[in-house]
């Protein structure tokens, strides 16, 4: 992940009153098509094989109207383990992680109570990883889930 400006707790917490919608993280091949109608974006696929584990998964690339780029990583299986976003604008955190945003909130409160100020969030719950942050015009990020990365995938991975 680039070295940015991490995401000011103020900008993070007024995102998470943004609607209910389908999950992204943690949900299926359907639930990226969701995104992609809800956040009227244009989508891409790459496929990636790690050939010594036999390990595969997918990258879904999400183009939104203002050229923030989300890319969802569905495992072999199916299942959404990652996002990452990057861009001038913020993505709909809520639409990306979906049922993981309520823990999130939670948690960011409790990391800005430990870490105060204007700095980047980087925090884990029991089933999710985020690091978050920018500044204007300049927002980058990733969400995951460890219990659920493919054998053979990299944290670097996820990008």
């Given at each position: 992940?680039?070295?940015?400006?991490?995401?000011?707790?103020?900008?993070?917490?007024?995102?998470?009153?943004?609607?209910?919608?389908?999950?992204?993280?943690?949900?299926?091949?359907?639930?990226?098509?969701?995104?992609?109608?809800?956040?009227?974006?244009?989508?891409?696929?790459?496929?990636?094989?790690?050939?010594?584990?036999?390990?595969?998964?997918?990258?879904?690339?999400?183009?939104?109207?203002?050229?923030?780029?989300?890319?969802?990583?569905?495992?072999?299986?199916?299942?959404?383990?990652?996002?990452?976003?990057?861009?001038s604008?913020?993505?709909?955190?809520?639409?990306?992680?979906?049922?993981?945003?309520?823990?999130?909130?939670?948690?960011?409160?409790?990391?800005?109570?430990?870490?105060?100020?204007?700095?980047?969030?980087?925090?884990?719950?029991?089933?999710?990883?985020?690091?978050?942050?920018?500044h204007?015009?300049?927002?980058?990020?990733?969400?995951?889930l460890?219990?659920?990365?493919?054998?053979?995938?990299?944290?670097?991975?996820?990008?």
């Open positions: 992940m680039k070295s940015h400006r991490w995401l000011s707790p103020i900008m993070f917490v007024c995102l998470i009153g943004s609607p209910v919608a389908h999950a992204a993280l943690g949900g299926n091949a359907q639930s990226v098509q969701a995104d992609q109608a809800n956040m009227e974006a244009a989508r891409t696929s790459a496929r990636q094989m790690f050939a010594a584990v036999q390990s595969t998964y997918t990258i879904q690339s999400l183009t939104l109207p203002s050229g923030t780029v989300v890319h969802e990583y569905l495992s072999a299986t199916g299942q959404v383990f990652a996002v990452t976003w990057q861009g604008t913020m993505p709909d955190l809520q639409q990306i992680l979906g049922g993981y945003m309520g823990g999130v909130a939670d948690a960011v409160k409790t990391y800005r109570g430990q870490h105060p100020g204007i700095g980047p969030v980087s925090l884990s719950t029991d089933n999710v990883v985020i690091q978050a942050g920018g204007m015009g300049v927002y980058v990020g990733r969400a995951y460890p219990a659920a990365l493919p054998a053979g995938v990299a944290l670097d991975d996820i990008q």
